[in-house]
């Protein structure tokens, strides 16, 4: 069964900072890691995916980097915004891989004060 | 385009009460999924239908059953509902069971059981 540890639980930024949150995982066959963006009262949403044979994965201010032989992957905000004011989530694919089974973690709500 | 649509929003039960919860998506996919997301917990599965015609069972299933109906369409039914299941419940769906696909999630169903 595939464990997926995400810190921290609960982070406060102000505008203009850096947000960072960090997840590991056990193991995985593939190497696809997304992060899902959660506002209140909503779904879940994909904000961003890094897949196999890249290590950094960039879309405007959110960036994903990828140690692989640590089995850790985050997840940057730079210049963070009150918008950015969510829950977000990491997930990482079975260990045998092959299906769409995602593992995910338990979560990290930023708050991002004006 | 609707995307995944869940229904109701809002219900409440009591201890030993039945439901079913509904989910349809319009985008024509394959693989379909129901999720408990409770407070530190993450999103849990519950139980998948890789493709129409197939159920299979979970992370979390006891006190579950489900029913992909159709295509477009997977229910998920408390036969005896338990203030342990009071938790947000999402719906999502994949073209495809296959790692990296994109998961659509829906708006969820809040559910207390008193």
């Known amino acids: 069964q595939q464990q997926v540890k995400q810190s921290p639980q609960s982070l406060i930024v102000q505008k203009g900072g850096i947000s960072i949150i960090n997840c590991a995982y056990e193991?995985?066959?593939?190497?696809?890691f997304p992060w899902y963006q959660q506002f209140p009262g909503k779904g879940p949403a994909l904000l961003i995916a890094?897949?196999?044979?890249?290590s950094e994965k960039k879309e405007g201010r959110f960036t994903i980097s990828f140690n692989k032989s640590a089995k850790q992957f985050s997840l940057h905000i730079m210049d963070s915004q009150p918008g950015d004011s969510a829950t977000y989530f990491c997930?990482?694919?079975?260990?045998?891989?092959?299906?769409?089974?995602?593992?995910f973690g338990k979560g990290t709500k930023l708050t991002v004060n004006p | 385009n609707a995307g995944v649509t869940q229904t109701p929003k809002f219900q409440v039960l009591k201890t030993g009460q039945s439901m079913t919860l509904q989910c349809a998506q319009d985008?024509?996919?394959?693989?379909m999924y129901w999720y408990r997301q409770d407070p530190g917990m993450g999103l849990r599965l519950i139980y998948y239908?890789?493709?129409?015609?197939?159920?299979d069972k979970g992370e979390v299933p006891n006190g579950y059953n489900v029913s992909r109906l159709n295509k477009r369409e997977f229910s998920l039914r408390l036969e005896s509902a338990a203030p342990s299941q009071t938790s947000v419940y999402f719906c999502?769906?994949?073209?495809?069971?296959?790692?990296?696909?994109?998961?659509?999630f829906g708006a969820g169903t809040r559910l207390s059981v008193l």
């Open positions: 985008m024509n996919h394959n693989s």
């Open positions: 890094i897949r196999p044979d890249v």
């Open positions: 239908s890789a493709s129409e015609g197939t159920t």
């Open positions: 193991n995985t066959a593939f190497d696809y």
């Open positions: 999502a769906s994949t073209p495809y069971f296959r790692t990296g696909d994109i998961q659509y």
């Open positions: 997930a990482a694919p079975p260990p045998q891989g092959g299906s769409e089974k995602l593992v």
